[in-house]
């Protein structure tokens, strides 16, 4: 069965800092999407960032970039010059390609806080 | 804002009752998705509907069911309410999900079930 890990239950990162979120994942796919979701206090789930397994090319979006290394199923999440709006649950997230099941597994959460 | 709605935001109710989660989709989106997110146990996968046909299960309880109607909009019936059922709901809604390839998926904004 296919499993995510975030390591990190809380982290904290200066305003203008960046800050790395740790996730790995466990499956015998080859084939498959990694994603970070971010959860604010308003409790929405908001997509950061999405990551095809057959693409060697780490994804970005603006101030979020990964580190994706397939070999050693880690997928982890950078953000840059860290805004206070940052602060929230960020959650890791896999589903595989071309099953028939389409469904999220997610990992624990990390915490993040940004500081003044 | 993702474009997928859920009504209602919070629902209080006891013990043995019944109640309903309504999802919208995104316009275009033929899957929906139901995840729960509790304290204990993270995020869950309980449902995935697929242009109106039963697509997935996950760890959906025999009290819980759902439908996806001819509009695509999907309902949550959640029976003999127990305490432990108390969780944020919420429905994700993706273009595809049948098995042909994965797309992202959006999520509403929830709906809090507070069961007394």
């Known amino acids: 069965a296919q499993t995510v890990t975030q390591s990190q239950p809380e982290m904290s990162v200066q305003e203008a800092e960046t800050v790395t979120l740790s996730c790995t994942y466990d499956?015998?796919?080859?084939?498959?999407?990694l994603f970070w979701y971010k959860q604010p206090p308003s409790r929405q789930m908001i997509l950061v960032i999405r990551?095809?397994?057959?693409?060697?090319q780490n994804a970005t979006e603006n101030r979020f970039s990964v580190n994706f290394q397939k070999a050693a199923k880690s997928f982890s999440l950078k953000i840059s010059d860290s805004q206070l709006g940052d602060a929230a649950m960020y959650f890791c997230?896999?589903?595989?390609?071309?099953?028939?099941?389409?469904?999220?597994?997610f990992g624990k959460g990390t915490k993040l806080s940004v500081k003044p | 804002d993702s474009g997928v709605t859920q009504t209602p935001k919070h629902l209080i109710t006891a013990t043995g009752q019944r109640v309903t989660l309504r999802c919208s989709p995104r316009?275009?989106?033929?899957?929906v998705y139901w995840y729960q997110q509790s304290l204990d146990q993270g995020l869950q996968f309980l449902i995935q509907?697929?242009?109106?046909?039963?697509?997935a299960k996950g760890n959906i309880l025999e009290r819980f069911s759902a439908q996806q109607f001819p509009d695509l909009h999907s309902e949550l019936n959640l029976s003999s309410l127990e305490l432990g059922d108390s969780a944020l709901y919420f429905c994700?809604?993706?273009?595809?999900?049948?098995?042909?390839?994965?797309?992202?998926?959006?999520f509403g904004p929830g709906t809090r079930l507070l069961v007394l």
């Open positions: 509907y697929y242009n109106g046909e039963e697509r």
């Open positions: 997230a896999y589903t595989a390609y071309g099953g028939s099941q389409g469904n999220l597994i």
């Open positions: 990551q095809e397994a057959y693409k060697q």
């Open positions: 499956t015998s796919e080859s084939d498959y999407y």
């Open positions: 994700a809604s993706s273009v595809g999900g049948a098995g042909l390839y994965q797309e992202t998926q959006y």
């Open positions: 316009s275009g989106d033929l899957s």
